[in-house]
């Protein structure tokens, strides 16, 4: 049976195993989950775990502090054994499949660089430790020669511990940048700032690609000033690495750089570089330099650094995929003002940002307006009259919304919507007349209730046309609506004017479309104001 291993990672906290039996398991703060995590930087409702045929999916439930797989950002993944779940910063989750000896899936093969250079550090502390219970035993033989070579021994044993002591160091540091800021500049700044902690660097920058051009820019620097002119060491340096993935070490025997104007007047000693890399995909890479006399940087050093900066590399990635995370769901609460959930989700399949705009384009255009509003409104109390629209606006645009229509907005008292835009349908008028119809049998419900609750009635008049108008996103890059324009739009409010409480009133437009679907009787020829050619209007009486 799949299982998850719970490590709250808090003080006095222990470790628990929870079966994952149910199609669907909730993780998350609030007691309603099926695992209650109260633990600093959980969500309410966090993610979930789910069963999929022979799969175990975790998927985000759009968190605040996100889900990680084995320390990357996700949104959905299919779970391997073994693999390492984070929520938030503080609460790490291990799945463990039904064979704890279950081959690991093909994408996931190869362990990360963190657990791989864990393990490295895991086997020289072993090595050592082995090496020094030996040393021991040869120290108290008396034997002046087998002392001798227990003390050299020790002292290159004691220094192999100390390196590996600083790597742990690191590579706790590089990991604790997964859960900072998720500001780009203020991470950006983090991870120049541990890198050259743990390297012991005098001075570095961090070079990123940029996502839209691919251009390598410089984000953020240290002590570098005047040396980061196009050409110089440094950058040739960060260029190649950023370029061929490839990590660059350079000491003062280099003759490739050692001559360097710049490498003599800056006295550097020594310099490395390595690539920001997530799998195939080059971010950047991040340089650094020292002039200490009595250290350069050596094999070792290159591969501490590039350790760490595995896990910048994961950090970077994280806060962009944040950040598109963010940009899509603030797409989607605009979208999801005035149109349909299933209209949204249609839309947001479709890539692009939303731009201001508009094409031509045949919709139905509908308004719905309460009569006799200003007589209800100067009776009531102001709390009770917007209590009341809101329950009256709540209750049509979920049937607009059911018909797929676009809430297009509220002007007043009165309810404009859009069918056939942005998306749209062959039946799109006969949907618009459906919602009017069925918009007036949900009001004279609603009604009964107001008069039971010794509030007025509403009575709802509602006109609708179909035509040619120009549709799309009015308005500023900063605040934007989505509207229709044209005659038709102009006609379908006329006609709602014109509209007696009860009614639905269509023009012959509109008729013409939905003719052999309703019960409708001819208005006859009416002049609307504004408008030169008269219009043949319709009342529809109910849906066939």
Do not use: W
Request: proline share 4%; hydrophobic share 40%.
């Amino acid at each position: 049976m799949p299982r998850l291993l719970v490590d709250p990672q808090q003080p006095g906290a222990q470790q628990y195993t929870v079966p994952i039996t149910a199609a669907i398991t909730h993780l998350g703060r609030a007691e309603d989950n099926t695992v209650s995590l109260a633990i600093e930087g959980v969500s309410r409702h966090h993610a979930k775990i789910l069963r999929r045929g022979d799969q175990v999916v975790v998927m985000d439930l759009n968190s605040l502090n996100g889900t990680y797989v084995n320390n990357q950002r996700i949104v959905e993944r299919v779970l391997s054994d073994r693999d390492e779940i984070r929520l938030g910063g503080n609460c790490l989750l291990v799945y463990l499949a039904d064979d704890p000896g279950q081959a690991p899936k093909p994408d996931s093969s190869s362990p990360s660089s963190l657990v791989q250079d864990l393990a490295k550090i895991r086997d020289e502390m072993d090595r050592v430790s082995s090496t020094l219970t030996m040393i021991g035993k040869q120290a108290t033989s008396g034997q002046p020669q087998a002392q001798a070579v227990a003390q050299e021994t020790a002292k290159q044993d004691v220094l192999t511990m100390s390196r590996a002591f600083r790597r742990l160091s690191a590579l706790y540091q590089a990991s604790k940048l997964l859960a900072s800021d998720f500001d780009i500049s203020k991470r950006l700044s983090a991870v120049l700032d541990t890198a050259m902690e743990v390297t012991g660097a005098d001075r570095g920058f961090l070079m990123v690609r940029e996502e839209a051009t691919g251009a390598l820019r410089v984000s953020v620097a240290r002590e570098m000033g005047q040396d980061m002119r196009a050409g110089s060491p440094s950058m040739s340096i960060a260029g190649r690495a950023a370029m061929s993935g490839e990590p660059v070490l350079m000491t003062s025997d280099d003759q490739q750089y050692s001559g360097s104007e710049s490498i003599i007047r800056q006295q550097i000693r020594s310099a490395m570089c390595v690539p920001l890399r997530i799998e195939d995909r080059l971010l950047g890479s991040i340089y650094v330099d020292t002039r200490s006399t009595t250290h350069t940087f050596n094999q070792e050093d290159l591969e501490l650094f590039a350790s760490v900066a595995a896990q910048a590399a994961f950090a970077i990635d994280n806060v962009r995929l944040y950040q598109r995370m963010v940009e899509t769901e603030k797409k989607r609460a605009n979208l999801g003002r005035f149109l349909s959930p299933s209209i949204v989700e249609e839309i947001m399949r479709k890539e692009g940002a939303l731009e201001l705009g508009g094409t031509k384009r045949v919709v139905t255009a509908f308004f719905c307006d309460i009569r006799g509003f200003t007589p209800i409104a100067e009776r009531l109390p102001a709390s009770t009259l917007v209590d009341m629209l809101n329950e009256h606006f709540t209750a049509m645009t979920q049937i607009i919304f059911s018909m797929q229509g676009t809430l297009d907005k509220y002007i007043g008292d009165e309810i404009m919507a859009v069918f056939g835009s942005p998306l749209n349908r062959d039946d799109d008028a006969l949907r618009a007349v459906t919602a009017a119809v069925t918009m007036q049998i949900r009001n004279h419900e609603m009604n009964t209730k107001r008069q039971q609750a010794g509030l007025p009635p509403f009575e709802l008049g509602i006109g609708v046309a179909t035509g040619e108008v120009i549709a799309g996103l009015v308005g500023s890059p900063d605040r934007m609506e989505f509207t229709v324009v044209g005659d038709r739009v102009n006609t379908a409010r006329r006609l709602c004017s014109l509209a007696e409480p009860g009614q639905v009133v269509v023009a012959d437009t509109t008729y013409e479309l939905i003719k052999d679907h309703v019960k409708a009787r001819a208005i006859g020829t009416v002049l609307l104001k504004g408008k030169e050619e008269p219009v043949h209007a319709y009342e529809v009486e109910a849906i066939q």
